[in-house]
């Protein structure tokens, strides 16, 4: 956090000397917009690679060509061109690439099912996965370790209320890509909240109350989504 503030710090004042020295005739005129604009998206390229977030990397690069199409001589091919490889391009490195995890997942499936897109879901280490379409997963587990959660272009829900968490923490890990995962914790959980964002958002509603002994860790990120995390 701290780094942050320094690079936005000093990005900001090398703006204002810009703008300056450009409306002087010293340099090319430059608009503040483009400056902020492209500053954010060079940071965004930046986080990707550190990251490994193929969605940040590849359109931060579609909207630097898109505000600089003209001096590349690419018009022909901005916006929805580029912006349609970006995409393409960050879905295939996405599944070819895909991050490192940093727990080991398995999968336990009860026979016990409430509808086509409903599934109990039991065990210590839980994986879910959804893709173009929407599913909805209660996590029924005496001893609730970890879980992995993938949604793409899809709508997952998630139910937590029916998990027991015997240990001092468990995991959760998210990853949605262009659709929307939303969450049922227990208020009486403590949460640590390490979601991030690419284009997409997270939310919260209500607040865990943190009167168990239990800490859940959520990680993950949300790219052209949202996660939403309701406490019940």
């Not at 580029?82 to 336990?108: C, N």
């Not at 599913?135 to 609730?144: H, K, M, Q, T, V």
């Not at 995962?181 to 949460?191: A, C, D, N, S």
């Amino acid at each position: 956090m701290k780094g942050k503030k320094i690079f936005w710090g000093i990005f900001f004042i090398l703006a204002a000397v810009i703008v300056i020295i450009s409306k002087m005739g010293m340099i090319p005129d430059v608009g503040v917009f483009h400056i902020l604009i492209t500053a954010f998206m060079i940071w965004m390229f930046v986080e990707g690679i550190h990251h490994r977030n193929f969605f940040e990397i590849l359109f931060s690069i579609a909207f630097i060509c898109i505000i600089y199409d003209e001096p590349l001589g690419i018009e022909a091919l901005t916006p929805w061109t580029v912006l349609a490889a970006a995409l393409l391009g960050s879905i295939g490195l996405s599944m070819l690439f895909r991050g490192k995890k940093k727990t080991q997942f398995s999968v336990d499936w009860s026979d016990n099912k409430k509808g086509g897109n409903s599934e109990q879901c039991n065990g210590e280490h839980v994986h879910c996965e959804n893709n173009f379409g929407s599913a909805i997963r209660y996590i029924n587990s005496d001893n609730f370790c970890n879980a992995h959660l993938e949604n793409n272009f899809g709508s997952m829900t998630i139910y937590f209320d029916n998990a027991i968490i015997q240990g001092a923490s468990a995991y959760v890990e998210v990853e949605n890509n262009f659709g929307e995962t939303i969450l049922y914790i227990p208020k009486e959980w403590k949460v640590e909240n390490h979601l991030e964002h690419s284009f997409g958002t997270i939310n919260e509603y209500g607040r865990p109350q943190g009167s168990s002994n239990a800490t859940l860790h959520i990680r993950g990120e949300a790219n052209f989504g949202h996660i939403d995390i309701n406490y019940v």
